[in-house]
T-cell receptor, first 111, second 115 residues
Framework: SQQGEEDPQALSIQEGENATMNCSYK?????LQWYRQNSGRGLVHLIL?????REKHSGRLRVTLDTSKKSSSLLITASRAADTASYFC???????????FGKGTKLSVKP | DGGITQSPKYLFRKEGQNVTLSCEQN?????MYWYRQDPGQGLRLIYY???????QKGDIAEGYSVSREKKESFPLTVTSAQKNPTAFYLC??????????????FGAGSRLTVL
């Protein structure tokens, strides 16, 4: 089963520009998480936003959540080449509380 | 440093062979997970275990088996019954909660190729 769906599938920008990725999900959630994956590596947790929050910041990351539209966005400001990675949103599904991941947005930041 | 160690990083298998992927964590986490990642398909849950000596099937358990004899270890066996085993396999654990939510810590992954 798949809960989250990221958009766009791929994004290419120049260093210094902002990058925005979107995530849509299907069912009600308590929280939504964003993870980052460098090529050929494991995922790393970036940020979590709870369902009663609308916006959250962490360094150059800004996450928004619109529960009425069942969507979230991740904004990376002043991007760097080192931000090149795939970004996944994840939500909880089922009574066991397992995380379900979307297909990811592949971000390429060109120096 | 605490973390999750997966081995081997790369593994080649002939058709018809079973292979076992190792996952060890020293984070003292109770729950452990195995995900499969194929290009363009994101992560899919294979098996998970929330406590020692207990595990549950995920969305794509067919052709796989696991054991959880120790808290630190959650090996995954890819059996010959798995028809398309070539993929990137990720092990994760959880025991860290942020705002009451379960957050996963991942290993570096194991890439399995069937020859």
């Amino acid at each position: 089963s798949q809960q989250g769906e990221e958009d766009p599938q791929a994004l290419s920008i120049q260093e210094g520009e902002n990058a925005t990725m979107n995530c849509s999900y299907k069912t009600s959630i308590n929280n939504l998480q964003w993870y980052r994956q460098n090529s050929g590596r494991g995922l790393v947790h970036l940020i979590l936003i709870r369902s009663n929050e609308r916006e959250k910041h962490s360094g150059r990351l800004r996450v928004t959540l619109d529960t009425s539209k069942k969507s979230s966005s991740l904004l990376i400001t002043a991007s760097r080449a080192a931000d090149t990675a795939s970004y996944f949103c994840a939500t909880v599904e089922g009574s066991q509380g397992n995380l379900i991941f979307g297909k990811g947005t592949k971000l390429s930041v060109k120096p | 440093d605490g973390g999750i160690t997966q081995s081997p990083k790369y593994l080649f298998r002939k058709e018809g062979q079973n292979v076992t992927l190792s996952c060890e964590q020293n984070l003292n986490h109770d729950a452990m997970y195995w995900y499969r990642q194929d290009p363009g398909q994101g992560l899919r849950l294979i098996y998970y275990s929330q406590i020692v000596n207990d595990f549950q099937k995920g969305d794509i358990a067919e052709g796989y088996s696991v054991s959880r004899e120790k808290k630190e270890s959650f090996p995954l066996t890819v059996t010959s019954a798995q028809k398309n085993p070539t993929a990137f396999y990720l092990c994760a654990s959880s025991g860290r909660f942020i705002s009451g939510a379960n957050v996963l810590t991942f290993g570096a992954g194991s890439r399995l190729t069937v020859l």
